[in-house]
């Protein structure tokens, strides 16, 4: 939806100045709400989709190793040059680290890029991720402190690939019923409401924090994602990837799932409130700035 953007930022503001109206949203609440997201991704695909992801398995192994190393590792080179402290530092590698955003997928559309690719992207870095996003964190957080793999494997198929199975295997056996259509097409507003109240919990539970670090952690999260975008282009054209699957490449790098960054960090580091923080600000600018790459791309 085009007004993701708008949303998003709504409730954000909404959850600082009246932190009271997003209480609700913690903890199990939070997990079930990220969960029910990645079912509306789910929804949307088919027996046919996988299918045609094995038609063009390299391109999408060079989308998931551009995805998973792109982002990891400019995300760790920005800790070290702007010396960002502990929390932030592992909200953006953990950003970083996770599969692209759903919404990717629609940007991708309205810019008039590969959309097949990029549904294929996000679905094979979604699936990599329970392994993927633990590994990362370890590997390039696990200096820094204490990293879970095993939970965090844990909660990333609990809240990613169980909703995807359910909503595939819906599909699979509903989705010729005229109901059933009908009851789908709310599933984009769904997803909005939902990636809002997700970001609402988040900045209602840390208002103060977000206002004493909000300038780094904006910056930090900004400077990430531009990069993103550009690195991913770039790879696309050093894989003489055809213009439509530049943008899909460029965009599906640069955006993350960084809904799933927020339920972790909160679960997983809760003595370092400000990881929740750097990837809910990811989750509100991400969505942001893919609207704004889209229509740069639509008209260039």
């Keep these: 939806m085009r007004e993701t953007p708008a949303v998003v930022i709504a409730a954000g503001v909404i959850a600082y100045f009246f932190p009271e109206s997003f209480c609700w949203v913690r903890g199990l609440t939070q997990t079930l709400i990220l969960g029910l997201i990645m079912l509306t991704m789910g929804l949307t695909l088919t027996t046919e989709d996988f299918r045609a992801l094995a038609k063009s398995p390299l391109d999408l192994a060079i989308g998931a190793a551009a995805q998973f190393t792109i982002m990891p590792l400019v995300a760790l080179k920005l800790v070290k040059l702007l010396g960002l402290n502990e929390g932030i530092a592992v909200g953006l590698i953990l950003v970083g680290c996770s599969p692209g955003g759903v919404s990717s997928n629609l940007m991708s559309f309205l810019c008039k890029g590969d959309v097949a690719y990029s549904v294929g992207m996000t679905t094979v870095s979604t699936l990599l991720s329970p392994i993927m996003t633990p590994l990362l964190m370890l590997y390039l957080a696990g200096t820094r402190v204490d990293v879970d793999a095993l939970g965090m494997f844990q909660s990333i198929i609990f809240v990613t690939i169980l ?81 439509p699957k530049r943008r899909t490449l460029s965009l599906e790098v640069g955006m993350q799932n960084a809904g799933l960054a927020t339920v972790l960090a909160t679960k997983h580091f809760p003595l370092l409130p400000e990881a929740a923080i750097a990837s809910a600000v990811s989750c509100i600018w991400h969505s942001v700035s893919g609207a704004l790459m889209s229509r740069f791309f639509a008209h260039h």
């Design 163 to 243: 909703p995807i199975i359910l909503g595939v295997s819906l599909n699979r056996f509903f989705g010729k019923n005229p109901r059933y259509q009908a009851t789908k097409s709310i599933l984009p507003l769904i997803a909005v409401l939902a990636l809002a109240a997700i970001v609402g919990g988040v900045v209602s539970a840390q208002g103060s924090a977000i206002a004493k670090s909000g300038l780094m952690i904006f910056a930090a999260v900004l400077i990430h994602n531009g990069l993103g975008y550009l690195l991913g282009f770039f790879a696309a054209v050093a894989c003489r990837f055809p213009m």
